[in-house]
């Protein structure tokens, strides 16, 4: 892989462009494989290019059913934060946020990570309690956070109409967090993966698993038969699909979530604002677009449509809190399939199959994790057990009780 | 928006709705004897199938009754509603 630097820009200008070298191959398939990762987005790209970077598992493919970075991670609203309530959360999303800290630099590709600073409102007495307590936990998990007052907030966001019909009664801030260019992340990930000897087959489907004594050793995909000594299932909204397919169900339900983005505009608001009593988000992307996203849909799907009562829901609380964007338009609106636990937290874990690891159940906010989710999933693979920080989300917890029940107390952008 | 024929009122709009998950799935009678996993299994683990979806659904600003209805989860087509107790309709051996 020849490196990119200001040297290399200035050489492949000179030379009209014409000798990029492609950013990774595109092999056929081998007939067998150390580990197989199934799903070619950021998580998935991430836990191939950590088992070969750092885990020293030589023979690694991803397979994808699609194009990279083409499901959940190029539908996200790109937000990056660590403002969990409890302790296995704060684990995996600071982790994650150590990770992205160094990314670009080691990925040696500009995934555009830029902590802007994430505020939080708080427009009830309930909300104040809230941010009050998680912010607490925050600091003695050692994370950054801020109170703001109202007039704080002001001074970040000068438009804001603190006097909305549920007024703004505070915020809670983390300077830390911020946004990441989405499909830079895939593709980052993807050079470093390709770079590091790591297969990536595009366009192939998986149609089903090879299980031998209850012990999976490869699968059946569109484009025949590949051996594996592991499999990691990381396929977002399409979970529960994959494990039936292996003869299981998985605690999760399929729900589109939609995001929208306006027509470009100057650069107007430098945080990502988001309200969990409204319930809106938004964030100004480096194009100018307003990036704003809400709740999921209100019943589970596969459609990535989204319907369309969600769009007022979402719309109104935008122009109430920020009455100058009723004059904009939208320009699109998506949907991506998100699988959501009951706990609202993720599951890394083994499976009842044996070497059949499954990494799912993020639900409205995996892109944040996907480093640290990554990184802790490869090395759980690369070990067969799972490690200190994925541990805590096993499937096992919903059998034992021992949920990490974020549901009621995160972010609206989990 | 998709329309939703509630088996008490008739066609009316999604949005006077709420969707409750999967249906048909019955309470455990032997509970004492129950494992962990059998209870895990009950009250968290789901089909969620990418095709036909029997699910519950309450006409919740409307005449507020509870009814099953069977949907296509790709489509978001809704090919019948019925009474909660009333047996799966066939739907044409769609998957």
Redesign the interface.
């Known amino acids: 892989m020849k490196a990119y630097s200001l040297l290399a820009l200035a050489r492949n200008g000179l030379a009209w462009q014409k000798d990029w070298q492609r950013a990774w191959r595109s092999p056929d398939p081998a007939a067998a494989y150390d580990v197989v990762i199934i799903g070619g987005g950021g998580h998935g790209l991430a836990t191939a290019y950590y088992l070969a970077t750092q885990c020293g598992v030589n023979k690694v493919a991803v397979i994808e059913k699609g194009w990279l970075g083409g499901g959940n991670t190029g539908r996200n609203t790109t937000i990056v934060r660590s403002n969990y309530l409890l302790d296995a959360s704060a684990g995996i999303y600071e982790h994650a946020i150590k990770l992205w800290e160094g990314l670009s630099q080691e990925l040696n590709y500009n995934v555009m990570f830029s902590q802007r600073g994430l505020l939080h409102l708080a427009h009830s007495v309930h909300d104040m309690q809230e941010i009050g307590r998680r912010g607490n936990a925050i600091h003695l998990n050692g994370i950054d956070s801020e109170f703001l007052t109202p007039q704080q907030v002001q001074q970040m966001v000068p438009f804001i109409n603190l006097n909305c019909r549920y007024p703004v009664m505070g915020g809670l801030l983390q300077k830390r967090g911020g946004t990441a260019r989405h499909d830079a992340v895939a593709w980052g990930y993807a050079r470093g993966a390709d770079a590091a000897g790591v297969d990536i087959i595009q366009n192939c489907e998986v149609t089903g698993f090879q299980i031998e004594n209850n012990k999976v050793v490869g699968v059946d995909t569109t484009r025949g038969r590949i051996g594996a000594g592991k499999v990691g299932v990381v396929t977002a909204g ?1 979970s ?2 994959l494990a ?1 397919m292996a003869g299981f ?6 729900y589109p979530l939609q995001a929208w983005v306006s027509e470009p505009i100057k650069p107007i608001i430098d945080c990502v604002v988001m309200s969990n009593g409204i319930h809106v988000y938004v964030s100004q992307s480096d194009k100018g677009e307003l990036v704003v996203g809400a709740g999921s849909d ?6 990535q ?1 989204g ?3 969600l769009i007022e829901h979402t719309v109104g609380p935008l122009v109430e809190l920020f009455p100058l964007f009723s004059r904009l338009r939208m320009l699109r609106q998506w949907a991506g399939i998100v ?1 959501v636990t ?1 706990d609202r937290s993720p599951i890394l874990s083994k499976t009842p199959v044996e070497n059949l690891f499954f990494n799912c159940g993020w639900g409205t906010g995996g892109f944040k994790a996907t480093p640290g989710s990554g990184h802790a999933f490869a090395h759980s693979i690369a070990a067969g057990s799972m490690n200190e920080i994925a541990a805590p989300f096993s499937i096992d917890r ?4 021992a949920l990490i029940d974020e549901g009621a107390a995160a972010a609206v952008a989990h | ?2 329309l939703i024929n509630c088996p008490y009122c008739g066609e009316r709009d ?2 006077e709705f ?2 409750h ?1 999967e249906a048909h799935i019955a309470r455990p009678t032997d509970t004492a004897s129950l494992t ?2 059998q ?3 009950y ?8 095709g036909i ?1 029997y ?1 519950r659904w309450v006409h919740v600003h409307g005449c507020r009754r509870w009814f099953n209805a069977v ?1 296509h ?4 087509e809704i090919l019948a509603t019925y009474e909660v107790g009333a047996p799966r309709p066939d739907v044409g051996g769609q998957q």
């Open positions: 399409h529960s699909v039936e169900r998985l605690p999760l339900e399929s209100a019943y589970n799907s596969y459609s449509r319907s369309f009562d699988d009951v919903f059998n034992s009780g | 928006m998709i999604q949005t709420a969707c998950g962990d996993e209870w895990g299994d009250v968290f683990f789901r089909t969620n199938p990418k979806h699910e949907r989860t790709v489509q978001d």
